[in-house]
């Protein structure tokens, strides 16, 4: 999926991302020179902060995408790191981490959701920012389970089925994709899981893992409002 991942996310709200980490850095620790990308996937976000002035690190658990996002600007001085973020190893003195694009809702044991909060404050500088988002629960039942979702293009076409999961606010993304190489098709699978949280049981495992919740807006906006399907945690250490 590594290789088809960008063309899937041409139209990811990432200048609203990047606008909503500065915006958030300056109100909360505008000392921050060091971020840490965790689930960076290609590296969309990581270059685009890396561009910003700050000092990045980007960690995914998947090798293939991140040699796509060192390849995207190889002299780069990103620092590119294969590691699993329920379990950091090694990782300390960061003054801000990001978790953008439901990375949190890949985690679908409660256990694992708890061990990444408390592995993402120990890699924090006291003060530090934690910074991600997650689907909201409406967004997971209401727009994403039981939907169907198509696209075909010259280069590439899928299919995703999203599928309610056995697991509580659950759906399993079934996706075949068609990759044209040369004059042929070639055809490949994934599944992938995500799970849903409520807010209560978010903020009763930050605050366990040591965070203060600062706010949790909704789809980029500054305001109290939690009606919208991306639900923005600020967190401080």
Request: glycine content about 6%; charged content about 25%.
């Amino acid at each position: 999926m590594a290789h088809v991942y960008d063309l899937l996310m041409e139209d990811a709200p990432y200048d609203n991302w990047i606008q909503f980490t500065k915006r958030m850095v300056q109100k909360y620790k505008p000392d921050t020179h060091h971020i840490l990308d965790v689930g960076c996937g290609t590296g969309e976000i990581t270059h685009r902060l890396s561009n910003e002035g700050f000092l990045m690190t980007g960690l995914d658990l998947s090798s293939d995408m991140l040699t796509v996002a060192q390849q995207k600007h190889p002299k780069s001085n990103i620092q590119w790191l294969q590691q699993d973020m329920t379990s950091l190893n090694g990782l300390r003195g960061y003054d801000c981490i990001v978790s953008y694009c439901d990375v949190v809702n890949y985690l679908v044991d409660d256990d694992d959701v708890l061990s990444a909060f408390q592995s993402i404050y120990e890699a924090l500088n006291e003060g530090g920012l934690f910074l991600f988002d997650v689907h909201s629960i409406d967004h997971i039942h209401n727009d994403l389970s039981g939907g169907t979702f198509a696209e075909v293009r010259d280069e590439l076409s899928y299919i995703w089925f999203c599928d309610p999961g056995v697991r509580e606010n659950s759906v399993v993304h079934d996706l075949t994709f068609f990759i044209k190489e040369q004059e042929k098709y070639k055809r490949f699978d994934e599944i992938h899981e995500q799970r849903g949280y409520d807010l209560d049981t978010l903020e009763s495992w930050l605050t366990t893992a040591g965070f203060h919740v600062q706010d949790v807006y909704a789809d980029f906006s500054e305001a109290p409002s939690l009606e919208g399907d991306r639900w923005m945690f600020i967190c401080k250490k």
